[in-house]
C-alpha cells in the first residue's frame, strides 16, 4: 500500500508494508542513514525524529501511523529554528564522542527547544531522559542545550 | 618522478601526483614506542595543488579522538595551520601504516615520536627543497601556513611550489629531524574539535551501519544463546519460502566464539524483513555440553574455593604468614563484582564483498589485522586478498577488539559470491552474544602493626581460567598494589569454568581491581585510624620506580603522590567532615595504561540510592596534553561510565549457558539526570604524554562506594549498588 508523508519539506511515498518501522522506512526506503538503529524497543533514543514537530522514537513508529504527516530528520531539521542554534551549539562544544547517539540527542533537544525556549536543568533532563549516550557526553549536551538557548550556565 | 631513501627495512618517498601536487608515503619501522610497542613511522600527506594538505588519519575511531589527534601532530610538524587540513580515514594494513588498533589506551605513548616525525620529514623535504632553489643553507629558513620563507631575502615559496624539487631529494634519516620545541607548538595542545563532528551533526553516513553497496543484501545471523550449543536441526526451507527472503543459509563456525559458533543466516533486500523472517526460524540447539554453566553456581563455587587453598601463586613476597601471626590487628573482607556486556550504541556490524577469490570488508572494528587473520583462517584465504577498510565506529569500549561479527559477514559473503552482504546483529544478540567483562570474586586479608602500619597484604582471587590460566581479561597482575609498596605480599588465585565468553572492557582488569582494592585499602586505613589517601602517601612515600614488564613504563610513586595531593587540594578533602549527614567524600588512587588518576567524589543520599555530586579527577599523562578538550571529554566519560557500572544496575546473569539480559532496560547505563559535575585538571610532569581513553575510569569505582560509606557507614563489597545495600 503506498503511504504519502513529507520528509524535511519534501513530499514522499513508499509503497510497503505498513508494520515497518520508519526507522526502517527512512534508512534502507529512502536511504536516510542520519537516523540510527539502537535498540529496536524504544529504549535509547538513537532513532528520535521528528512526526508533526514531536519527538518520536522512529523504531517504534509504524510506516502506517505517519500518512499525511510531516516528519522531520537529522538530516533536516539544522536548516531551521532552533535546529541551526542547536546544531552549532553542538559543533562549538564538541558535544560527540563516538557519535552514534547524537542523531537522536539532536532531535530531542530541538523538540525541547521548540516548545520550551528556556528549559530549566529539570526540563533539560526530562526531555533527555529518554537518549541514552554510551560515550556519557551528557555533561556537554546539558551545556550545549543552555548555550543553544542562550541560557548562562553557572555550573560549567 | 620520485625519490625515495631505503633503509634497510622503510623507505621514505615524495612523489608528483597528476595535476602538480605532491605526495609524501611514508614507511619507516623505528625502534621501540614509549610503551615499547615496536613502530612504524608512517603517514599519507598529499600536498594538492592549491597547497591544502590532505593528511591520512591512519587509527580506527571510536570516539577516543585518534582522527583528529594523530593528524593535528603530523601538521604540527609539517608547518602548516589546522584550517588549510583536510583529514581521510585511511584502509586497514599493518604492513603499511604499523599499529592501526584502538585499544588500552596505546595510541598516544605508541605514536607520539613517529607521527610527529612523519610530519616534520616532509617538513624537512620541502625546506631542502627551497634553501637549493635560493642557494641558501636549509636552517637559515621559516615555515608556516604551507610555505617556506626566508627572513634574510624575504623570498617565500608555497609547499605545491616546491613539488617537483622536493620529489627530487633524498629523504631524511628520522633520527637527525629536529622536531618542533614544545614551547613553540601552535596546534598540539590547542583545543580542536573532532574532525568528524560537523558532518555527525549534520547526519551524514559515517558508521559502519551506515555503509552501503549497489545490490547489497542485509543479513541476520542466528547462533546459539547458550555459547557453544550446536545445531541439531532447522527449518531452513520454511524460512526460505517466506516473502523477500532471498536466502537462508548455514553457517558452520569454528567452536570458537573469536570465529564464531554455527549458526543460520537469513538474507533480505531489507535488514527488517530479514530480522522478521527469523521469527519463523525454529532451531533445535544441542546445549548438553553447556547447560549446566549459571550464575547461581559460578557464585556457591566460588564461595567454596574462596574460604580454600588456592591453585596457584600470582606473587609471594615476604613472609606473609609471619606478618600475621605477629599482627596487632587484622582486616578481612569479601568482594565481587558480576560479568558486564559493552553494550555497543552501533550494533555489532560488517559488510564484506566476496569475488573472485578475495574479500573486502567494511568493518566499525577496533583491531583490523586480527580480524584479517581469522578472516584468512575461517574462508582459507592468503591474508593479502582480504581488504579491510575502516567505517567510523559507533562506540568501541573494548567490544570490536574482537572480530567475530567480521568472521561471520565474511563467511556468509563467501556463500553468495559477488553479492555484498551486510551483517547486522540485533540489540538483544550485542547484549546476549558478547565477549564479557569477566566476573570475579576477592577474599582480602591485611595486617597491620601496632603502629597502625600496613605489613601485610594477601588476596585470594577466585576467577575464570582454563587449563590452569585465567581467561582473557580475567588475570591479576603481579604488580597489583600495594604489591612492591610493602613486604609481604600475597597474590593468589583459584579457577573456575565458563562458557561464557570474556574480553576486554574499557579499563579492562583496572576497572574491577581498582574497586576492590581501594575499596578495601579503605577498610584497612580506618581500622590503623587513619584515611586512605593518608595511607596511600605512606606506602609511596619512598621515591621508587617499580617494573612494569617489558613493555611498559615503570610505575613511579612521586607520581602517584602527585596527583594525590592535587585530587584532595581540588576536592576540599580536609574539610570534608563539614559536610551534612547522608552526604560523604571518598577517595581513591589508581594506576593504569599508564595514567596516574586520583578522584574525590561526593555522594548525597537520595530517595533512598546514592547521588553523585561533584567528581575531582587528577590525572598525570605526562608533558602535554594535545589536545585538550578531547583529554576533558575522554575524562568525563570515564568518569560517568564508572559510576555506571555501580549504580545503574548493570550485571549479566547467566541461566542454562545463556545470558538472561537482552537490552537496555535490563543492561542499563547512566542517563543525563544522573551525570555529576566533573572537574579535571592534569599534572603535567616530564614524561612522554600517554593515552586517555581509559585510566581516569577505575579510581571513580572505589572513590564512588568510598563516599558511601563515609554518607552511610555502609560499606559496597559487591556490585551493582542496590537500595538494599544501603538499608
Known amino acids: ?156 | 618522478m620520485s625519490a625515495a631513501a631505503l633503509s634497510r627495512r622503510g623507505f621514505i618517498s615524495a612523489s608528483l601526483l597528476a595535476g602538480g601536487g605532491l605526495l609524501f608515503d611514508l614507511n619507516v619501522p623505528l625502534a621501540r614506542a614509549a610503551d615499547g610497542t615496536p613502530v612504524i613511522l608512517t603517514a599519507f600527506i598529499r600536498i594538492l595543488p592549491d597547497n591544502r594538505v590532505v593528511i591520512g588519519a591512519k587509527n580506527a575511531e571510536i570516539g577516543q579522538g585518534a582522527k583528529t589527534m594523530l593528524p593535528m601532530m603530523i601538521a604540527e610538524e609539517l608547518g602548516v595551520d589546522w584550517s588549510q587540513v583536510t583529514i581521510e580515514q585511511t584502509h586497514a594494513d599493518a604492513k603499511v601504516f604499523g599499529g592501526q588498533s584502538a585499544g588500552g589506551s596505546r595510541t598516544t605513548p605508541r605514536e607520539w615520536l613517529p607521527t610527529r616525525q612523519a610530519g616534520a620529514a616532509a617538513r624537512a623535504m620541502l625546506v631542502a627543497a627551497a634553501a637549493q632553489g635560493w642557494g641558501v643553507a636549509p636552517e637559515t629558513l621559516k615555515t608556516a601556513g604551507g610555505t617556506v620563507s626566508d627572513p634574510k631575502s624575504g623570498k617565500s615559496a608555497t609547499y605545491v611550489s616546491l613539488a617537483t624539487a622536493a620529489a627530487k631529494l633524498p629523504a631524511p634519516d628520522p633520527a637527525t629531524l629536529k622536531l618542533t620545541d614544545p614551547a613553540d607548538f601552535r596546534i598540539i595542545g590547542q583545543s580542536v574539535v573532532g574532525v568528524d563532528t560537523p558532518a555527525i551533526v549534520a547526519g551524514k553516513p559515517l558508521f559502519g551501519i551506515d555503509f552501503k553497496l549497489p545490490n547489497m543484501l542485509y543479513a541476520v545471523l542466528e547462533t546459539c544463546p547458550a555459547f557453544g550449543g550446536t545445531i541439531k536441526s532447522v527449518n531452513l526451507d520454511e524460512v526460505k519460502a517466506l516473502p523477500g527472503v532471498a536466502h537462508v543459509l548455514s553457517i558452520k563456525g569454528d567452536g570458537t566464539p573469536e570465529s564464531g559458533f554455527d549458526g543460520v543466516a537469513i538474507l533480505s533486500k531489507s535488514w527488517w524483513s530479514a530480522n522478521q523472517a527469523r521469527d519463523a526460524l525454529k532451531i533445535d540447539w544441542d546445549v548438553s555440553a553447556v547447560s549446566g554453566f549459571s550464575t547461581e553456581s559460578y557464585a556457591s563455587q566460588a564461595a567454596a574455593k574462596r574460604k580454600g587453598k588456592a591453585d596457584a601463586d600470582i606473587v609471594r613476597t615476604g613472609d606473609v604468614d609471619a606478618a600475621f601471626a605477629s599482627a596487632a590487628k587484622t582486616v578481612t573482607a569479601d568482594y565481587d563484582y558480576p560479568f558486564l556486556a559493552h553494550g555497543t550504541m552501533e550494533p555489532q556490524n560488517c559488510t564484506a564483498l566476496f569475488k573472485d577469490g578475495a574479500v573486502e570488508i567494511w568493518a566499525p572494528t577496533q583491531n583490523p589485522e586480527s580480524g584479517r587473520g581469522l578472516v584468512a583462517k575461517a574462508l582459507n584465504l592468503p591474508p593479502e586478498k582480504i581488504r579491510i577498510n575502516f567505517t567510523r565506529i559507533g562506540g568501541g569500549f573494548g567490544r570490536r577488539l574482537m572480530n567475530d561479527y567480521m568472521v561471520q559477514a565474511a563467511s556468509i559473503a563467501a556463500q553468495v559470491p559477488g553479492v555484498p552482504v551486510k551483517l547486522l546483529w540485533n540489540r538483544q544478540q550485542d547484549i546476549q552474544r558478547d565477549f564479557y567483562r569477566p566476573a570475579g570474586w576477592h577474599g582480602f586479608r591485611a595486617a597491620l602493626d601496632k603502629g597502625g602500619k600496613l605489613t601485610a597484604f594477601h588476596d585470594h582471587f577466585v576467577t575464570f581460567g582454563k587449563d590452569g590460566k585465567p581467561v582473557r581479561s580475567a588475570e591479576m597482575p603481579a604488580s597489583e598494589l600495594p604489591a612492591g609498596l610493602i613486604d609481604n605480599v600475597l597474590l593468589e588465585q583459584s579457577f573456575l569454568s565458563t562458557n561464557m565468553p570474556t574480553g576486554w572492557l574499557r579499563a579492562p582488569g583496572s576497572n574491577a581491581l581498582a574497586f576492590v582494592t581501594q575499596a578495601f585499602l579503605d577498610e584497612v586505613a580506618q581500622a590503623a585510624g587513619k584515611d586512605l589517601p593518608t595511607l596511600m602517601l605512606e606506602l609511596l612515600r619512598d621515591p621508587k620506580e617499580l617494573p612494569r614488564g617489558p613493555n611498559q613504563p615503570p610505575f613511579v610513586t612521586a607520581r602517584a603522590q602527585g596527583v594525590i595531593e592535587k585530587a584532595l587540594a581540588m576536592g576540599g578533602w580536609a574539610t570534608r567532615k563539614a559536610l551534612p549527614r547522608g552526604t560523604g567524600k571518598g577517595f581513591a588512587f589508581y594506576y593504569s595504561h599508564m595514567g596516574y588518576f586520583a578522584e574525590v567524589l561526593e555522594v548525597a543520599i537520595v530517595d533512598g540510592m546514592p547521588k553523585v555530586k561533584t567528581v575531582w579527577v587528577a590525572g598525570d599523562v605526562g608533558s602535554q596534553i594535545i589536545n585538550p578538550i578531547n583529554a576533558l571529554h575522554q575524562a568525563q566519560g570515564s568518569v560517568i561510565e564508572g559510576l555506571g557500572q555501580a549504580l545503574a544496575g548493570q550485571q549479566i546473569t547467566q541461566v542454562a549457558g545463556a545470558v538472561e539480559q537482552a537490552n537496555y532496560d535490563t543492561h542499563p547505563y547512566l542517563r543525563i539526570a544522573d551525570a555529576p559535575r566533573i572537574v579535571v585538571e592534569f599534572v603535567k610532569t616530564d614524561y612522554p604524554p600517554t593515552g586517555l581513553g581509559e585510566p581516569a575510569l577505575p579510581p571513580v569505582i572505589p572513590a564512588l562506594v568510598n563516599a558511601i560509606h563515609a554518607a552511610t557507614g555502609k560499606r559496597i563489597r559487591t556490585l551493582p549498588v542496590t537500595a538494599e545495600m544501603l538499608v
Open chain 1, 1 to 156: 500500500m503506498a503511504i504519502s508523508f513529507t520528509v524535511n519539506g519534501q513530499k514522499r511515498q513508499v509503497d510497503g508494508d505498513s508494520a515497518k518501522p520508519l526507522l526502517w522506512v527512512l534508512r534502507e526506503d529512502l536511504d536516510m542513514v542520519g537516523t540510527k538503529f539502537g535498540c529496536g524497543a524504544g529504549l535509547c533514543g538513537a532513532c528520535t525524529v521528528h512526526v508533526g514537530g514531536e519527538a518520536v522514537r522512529s523504531c517504534q513508529t509504524p510506516l502506517g501511523d505517519v500518512a499525511g504527516k510531516a516528519i522531520t530528520t537529522i538530516e533536516g531539521v539544522q536548516t531551521g529554528d532552533p535546529g541551526t542554534r542547536i546544531a552549532a551549539a553542538w559543533v562549538k562544544h564538541d558535544v560527540p564522542q563516538c557519535g552514534y547517539c547524537q542523531a537522536g540527542q539532536i532531535m530531542s533537544a530541538t523538540a525541547l527547544l521548540a516548545t520550551t525556549p528556556k528549559p530549566s536543568d529539570e526540563e533539560i533532563d526530562a526531555a533527555m531522559m529518554g537518549n541514552l549516550c554510551r560515550c556519557s557526553t551528557y555533561v556537554r549536551i546539558r551545556a550545549a542545550i543552555k548555550d543553544a538557548a542562550g541560557i548562562q550556565d553557572v555550573q560549567a
